[in-house]
């Protein structure tokens, strides 16, 4: 894709990708949380995470809510990054059929929504199916 804007190439680090990793557990989570869900811990601590995962599972979105609607239908996509970690992702510059369980995929900053009338835009991660080459 041609679209991207040029300060998202240029500054990468506009977007900082970190999540909340329990230190008594392990567990990761997107965004950071108080407490981990898994052991109840508030042992937390922030780090980066990777931007690199696969599809666990998808679904279609044709029905999107408010402020999403420019985009549907559009893919839906758990992702489990290389650490393990597990979010929820929209799937951007990619055909439909190249979204599959088990593809590779790239966490890249969108535009995430729209927010009202305000016309306040929000960016987050998205991913994108890696071609094989
Ligand atoms: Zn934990």
Same mark, same amino acid.
């Given at each position: 894709m041609l679209t991207i804007p040029r300060a998202?190439?240029? !500054?990468?680090?506009?977007?900082?990708f !970190? $999540? $909340?990793k329990c !230190?008594? %557990?392990?567990? &990761? +989570?997107? #965004? @950071?949380? !108080? &407490? %981990?869900?898994? %052991?109840?811990?508030e =042992?937390? /601590? +922030? &780090?980066?995470l990777p931007r690199e995962g696969k599809i666990i599972t998808y679904t279609i979105v044709y029905s999107a809510p408010e402020g999403f609607g420019d985009f549907s239908p559009y #893919?839906?996509?758990? &992702?489990?990054? +290389? =650490?393990? @970690?597990?979010?929820?992702?929209?799937?951007v510059d990619t055909d439909l059929d190249k979204v599959q369980i088990g593809e590779k995929v790239n966490v890249v900053f969108r535009r995430l929504l729209? /927010? $009202?009338n305000a016309?306040?835009?929000?960016y987050g991660p998205k991913a994108t199916v890696v071609e094989d080459k």
């Amino acid at each position: 894709m041609l679209t991207i804007p040029r300060a998202w190439r240029e !500054k990468p680090q506009r977007y900082l990708f !970190k $999540g $909340g990793k329990c !230190k008594d %557990c392990g567990f &990761v +989570t997107y #965004p @950071a949380r !108080k &407490v %981990c869900p898994k %052991c109840h811990s508030e =042992n937390i /601590e +922030t &780090v980066d995470l990777p931007r690199e995962g696969k599809i666990i599972t998808y679904t279609i979105v044709y029905s999107a809510p408010e402020g999403f609607g420019d985009f549907s239908p559009y #893919p839906l996509a758990i &992702v489990e990054l +290389t =650490n393990g @970690a597990r979010l929820m992702l929209q799937i951007v510059d990619t055909d439909l059929d190249k979204v599959q369980i088990g593809e590779k995929v790239n966490v890249v900053f969108r535009r995430l929504l729209v /927010e $009202g009338n305000a016309g306040i835009i929000i960016y987050g991660p998205k991913a994108t199916v890696v071609e094989d080459k």
